[in-house]
T-cell receptor
Framework: NAGVTQTPKFQVLKTGQSMTLQCAQD?????MSWYRQDPGMGLRLIHY???????DQGEVPNGYNVSRSTTEDFPLRLLSAAPSQTSVYFC?????????????FGPGTRLTVL | RKEVEQDPGPFNVPEGATVAFNCTYS??????FFWYRQDCRKEPKLLMS???SGNEDGRFTAQLNRASQYISLLIRDSKLSDSATYLC????????????FGTGTRLLVSP
């Protein structure tokens, strides 16, 4: 199993550009989520999904959209990139919810917005 | 006050030393607790869950103190490979996994 995969690994955008960060998992996990990690801030939840067709906002959702058309894929869209969105983005999946289950993280996408 | 607070370190220890980290949390309703390990420029990975009675996994021991709202991680006989950042993670209320991540404690083990 590949686990959780993310593409691209690195990306540089100009302010105002849009892009999609891809995330896929092959563990048949129902729960998937997107986090961003910034220095001194810890990981913060952007959006999450409890199953195909169901998504909800996390702690810092502004400027991001998600969709979950399949169990495997959970892309994150940046609508109009801003320098404040410069960060490392991690996608994660888990077998169950409620905070009792191990989170499996992808390798991350390092995004720079100029 | 942050929901989860950790000393950022770094903790510099020689190989073979014992080192302990603490993490405090503010939500008394928190139900589950974890330690994740994150290597430089890598993704976090689960190190161990923390149970009410305390638990041990090899050289690693985790403890929970609900009364004082902190969890601890003890590493015995430190190895060079233990050098990493250790993230304290706490589950909030019920519903989706409202996990709150600490900013991490950096450990550097030297020869």
């Amino acid at each position: 199993n590949a686990g959780v995969t993310q593409t691209p690994k690195f990306q540089v955008l100009k302010t105002g550009q849009s892009m999609t960060l891809q995330c896929a998992q092959d563990m048949n996990h129902e729960y998937m989520s997107w986090y961003r990690q910034d220095p001194g801030m810890g990981l913060r939840l952007i959006h999450y999904s409890v199953g195909a067709g169901i998504t909800d906002q996390g702690e810092v959702p502004n400027g991001y959209n998600v969709s979950r058309s399949t169990t495997e894929d959970f892309p994150l869209r940046l609508l109009s990139a801003a320098p404040s969105q410069t960060s490392v983005y991690f996608c994660a999946s888990s077998r169950g919810a409620g905070g009792y289950n191990e989170q499996f993280f992808g390798p991350g996408t390092r995004l720079t917005v100029l | 006050r942050k929901e989860v607070e950790q000393d950022p370190g770094p903790f510099n220890v020689p190989e073979g030393a014992t080192v302990a980290f603490n993490c405090t949390y503010s939500n008394s309703a928190s139900q589950s607790f974890f330690w994740y390990r994150q290597d430089c420029r890598k993704e976090p990975k689960l190190l161990m869950s923390v149970y009410s009675s305390g638990n041990e996994d090899g050289r690693f021991t985790a403890q929970l103190n609900r009364a004082s709202q902190y969890i601890s991680l003890l590493i015995r006989d430190s190895k060079l490979s233990d050098s990493a950042t250790y993230l304290c993670v706490v589950n909030g209320n019920t519903g989706f996994q409202k996990l709150v991540f600490g900013t991490g404690t950096r450990l550097l083990v030297s020869p």
